[in-house]
């Protein structure tokens, strides 16, 4: 599967941003998704899972109840509405996939990634 995730941009502190990650080649069905964000120098962090059928979602503490992660398997496209942002937020974000069916927070774990977009949020 191929997956090109869009939507980056900069914002004010406070506002928002909807991020997309379109897959081609395999059905999107087939795996569970993942969003992280990597800042320079740092590790790629965990953001927010979605499971195949979209009924389990997990995130990260620091996210939790500003973003929501969701899919359109119709569409092979999932999405990160990222709301009440805050310059800590500032990273690059990369949508990933796995094949099994667990909502894992590990980058390791998903095996296909797409290039990362820009998100900028300043205070």
């Known amino acids: 599967v191929q997956l090109q995730a869009c939507g980056g941009g900069l914002v004010q502190a406070g506002g928002s941003l909807r991020l997309s990650c379109a897959a081609s080649?395999?059905?999107?069905?087939?795996?569970?998704m993942g969003w992280f964000r990597q800042e320079p120098g740092k590790e790629r962090e965990f953001v927010a899972a979605?499971?195949?059928?979209?009924?389990?979602?997990r995130y990260a503490d620091s996210v939790k109840g500003r973003f929501t992660v969701s899919r359109d398997s119709a569409k092979n496209t999932g999405y990160l509405q990222m709301n009440s942002l805050k310059p800590e937020d500032t990273a690059v974000y990369y949508c990933?996939?796995?094949?099994?069916?667990?909502?894992?927070?590990?980058?390791?774990?998903?095996?296909?990634w797409g290039l990362g977009t820009q998100v900028t949020v300043s205070s």
């Open positions: 080649g395999r059905a999107f069905s087939s795996y569970t």
């Open positions: 990933a996939v796995k094949t099994s069916a667990y909502a894992s927070t590990m980058y390791s774990d998903y095996g296909s």
């Open positions: 979605i499971t195949r059928s979209g009924v389990t979602t």
